[in-house]
């Protein structure tokens, strides 16, 4: 069993107070990704995790264990590296191995389980190799090597993707997923790009200005956020969220005073040439600003009275003109209210259904 | 630039280059030269840099002319141990410095980097007193201790150690390396361009010292080669340079082998440190 619960952490480097009040349970076998902006706290978080870095306040439990004085070494965590950390005067198999000495595993047990690991991340033909004779994807299938041969039960990772090239860290995700299946440990994964958040996690922590915004499934957060950060972190484009003065005059009914600001998904906007009135839909009329065609889908930058705006649009012909109408269903607009959290008891939302990124409107 | 000015720059570069070479090189062939001499030809007018018969008999008399056997393992034993000592403190004292932040550490590295402005002449003499109530005046000890670390090779190596990434450092920590692992296995491979380039330093200066081995010993059981060459000038009617530079050949081949094996490990290690 390996749940990680922090317990009111609190961390503050010299006077400034990076992380107040925290509190998160990660729970054992799961993939959680902390996501966030930089400076947010979510390398901190994990740092503190691994006892890198000591809480100025607060309780950390491993498993059944209260680890506030354990040495990084033996609260049985494996940690990857953004920048892989292999130490360069040591070969491949010497780096995998090193972890292993320390815990005075004896000799043949070491060579039985680097031949292992290194077949499963096919590094086998490299053990003699220097780091610095690999490429930036051996190197970091070394320090993945690396973590997994102490068989911990907890991995932590800190953004190990974002030296890797795009095509190459899709196919690190895609392994990492599969590894984390395979070995079933918990996996606590670091990144500040949501997309790797949403791809990854089986829950995603969502953190600003150290303090967790939102902790839930992926579809969860992306369906049902907390407030207008989590609302416009998770999502590309973001969601369109406008204040009530902006958007009010196209609304039929009334909107309650508690409604801050109003937020719909691109894509649940539908685009249209002619201007004709839909029952129980926002509408008004834009100037597409930009077209991004990225193949499956388009997304369009516009410009209405109301402000810029983002819609999305799926398997549709890419639209040319210049001013067009924009409806938005009632049911798929997002409340919030004066200090940015929604406003759920206004939304008519439970016609609303829950659909996932590709939805959408034909 | 035109091609032709160029080359004239090319032309000036090289030789001063070569004057620069020659100013270095010269006495030391002038010294090889010498020491292969018979005592005739080292007075002879003009002086002559092939000598017509190598006269290998002068090694042979410089060697017997004193207990250089004796001078020679003083030597060994003191330059090496000297190095051993100093390799020992910095690396500590540079990790500490270099990696920890404790009371008081700003103020003891400025009184370490101070001591490098007070020269050895200043403090031989408290030094001397000190060796002398130890009872040590005459043992190679005296020559030992009192270079038992070094400000430099701390400020050299701390500079070094700070280069290293952190999270090297923490990969080692959640490897469950402990600190002395670190230093050994991390620390020093990273440092060893500095680690390299210090022992030579080290090593030629000590191996050269002529005035503290004089200063702490009388007799010839605890005396160097320096003190041991040094004294073939006093011959009776004027210096046998001959004699003297072939006792100069025997101290110096020591530092040539040493360099050269030295040379090729700062190239290798130089290799090493290509991290990203």
């Known amino acids: 069993m390996a749940q990680i619960v922090l317990k009111q952490i609190e961390k503050s480097f010299k006077q400034e107070k990076i992380i107040e009040n925290l509190n998160v349970t990660i729970e054992d076998g799961s993939f959680t990704v902390l996501v966030g902006p930089s400076g947010c706290g979510k390398s901190t978080t994990l740092r503190m995790i691994a006892g890198l870095e000591q809480q100025s306040g607060g309780e950390i439990w491993i498993g059944d264990k209260c680890v506030n004085g354990v040495e990084p070494g033996k609260r049985n965590v494996a940690m990857v590296f953004q920048n892989y950390a292999l130490y360069p005067m040591m070969t ?42 690999l490429s930036g994807g051996q190197r970091q299938r070394v320090a993945l090597a690396r973590a997994m041969v102490k068989n911990p039960a907890v991995f932590l990772m800190d953004e190990p993707l974002s030296n890797l090239d795009a095509k190459l860290r899709h196919q690190m995700r895609t392994e990492l997923i599969q590894l984390h299946k395979r070995l079933g440990a918990t996996f606590v ?10 791809s990854m996690g089986d829950r995603i922590v969502i953190m600003n200005k150290g303090q967790i915004q939102q902790a839930d499934s992926p579809m969860k957060i992306y369906d049902d956020p907390d407030n207008v950060f ?70 369009y930058q516009l410009e209405a009275k109301l402000g810029l705006v983002a819609v999305k649009s799926f398997l549709k012909p890419l639209e040319f ?6 409806s938005v269903p009632m049911k798929d607009l997002y409340y919030f209210d004066h200090e940015g959290k929604r406003a759920r008891q206004y939304e008519r939302s439970e016609e609303r259904e829950l659909v996932a990124l590709g939805g959408g409107y034909a | 630039m035109t091609t032709a000015s160029k080359s004239i720059v090319r032309v000036l570069n090289v030789t001063a280059m070569l004057v620069l070479v020659a100013i270095f090189v010269i006495p030391f062939l002038w010294m090889i030269s010498t020491s292969l001499k018979s005592y005739s030809e080292t007075v002879i007018f003009p002086p002559k840099w092939i000598p017509s018969e190598i006269m290998w008999s002068n090694f042979a008399a410089a060697w017997n002319s004193g207990p250089f056997l004796k001078y020679l393992m003083n030597s060994v ?126 090593f030629i200066a000590h191996w050269n010292d002529y005035f503290w081995p004089l200063v702490m010993t009388t007799s010839d059981a605890a005396r160097t080669l320096p003190i041991g060459i040094s004294k073939l000038r006093e011959v009776d009617g004027g210096a046998a340079w001959h ?33 990203k």
């Not at chain 2, 004292?93 to 370490?112: H, M, V």
């Open chain 1, 189 to 198: 994964f670091v990144t500040h790009d949501q997309v790797e958040a949403m």
């Open chain 2, 77 to 202: 034993v003191v330059s090496i141990s000297i190095l051993l000592l100093q390799f020992t403190t910095i690396t500590l004292a540079a990790y500490a410095f270099a990696r920890y932040s404790f009371k008081g550490d700003k103020l003891l590295f400025g009184i370490t980097m101070v001591t490098l402005m007070i020269p050895g002449q200043l403090i031989f003499l408290p030094v001397y007193l000190l060796m002398s109530k130890w009872g040590l005046i005459n043992n190679l000890l005296a020559l030992i201790l009192p270079f038992s670390s070094s400000a430099f090779g701390i400020f050299m190596l701390r500079q070094s150690f700070k280069q290293v990434q952190e999270e090297l450092i923490e990969a080692a920590r959640l490897d469950d390396a402990p600190e002395w692992k670190i230093i050994l296995k991390i620390m020093v491979p990273m440092a060893r361009p500095t680690l390299v380039t210090f022992a030579l330093f080290s």
């Open chain 1, 92 to 133: 491949v198999k010497e780096n995998i191995e090193f972890g292993l000495v320390n815990r005075k595993v004896p000799k043949q047990e070491r060579e039985r389980l680097i031949k292992e690991i290194t077949e499963i991340v096919g590094l086998s033909e490299y053990l003699n190799k220097k780091p610095q004779a």
């Open chain 1, 230 to 299: 989590t609302a416009q972190f998770i999502g590309t484009p973001p969601m369109n969220v406008i204040h009530r003065e902006a958007i009010f005059p196209y609304m039929e009914g009334q909107l309650h005073s508690d409604i801050h600001q109003v937020g719909f998904r691109p894509e649940k906007a539908m685009m249209t040439m002619e201007k004709k009135p839909i029952a129980g839909c926002v509408q008004f009329s834009a100037r597409i600003l930009t077209r991004e065609t990225l193949g499956a889908e388009i997304i």
């Open chain 1, 321 to 326: 003109a210049n001013e067009v109408q924009i």
């Open chain 2, 243 to 275: 004699i003297l530079m072939a006792g100069n050949m025997i101290l110096v081949i020591p530092i040539l082998i040493v360099f050269s094996f030295a040379q090729r490990q700062i190239i290798k290690a130089f290799v090493y440190s290509g991290v």
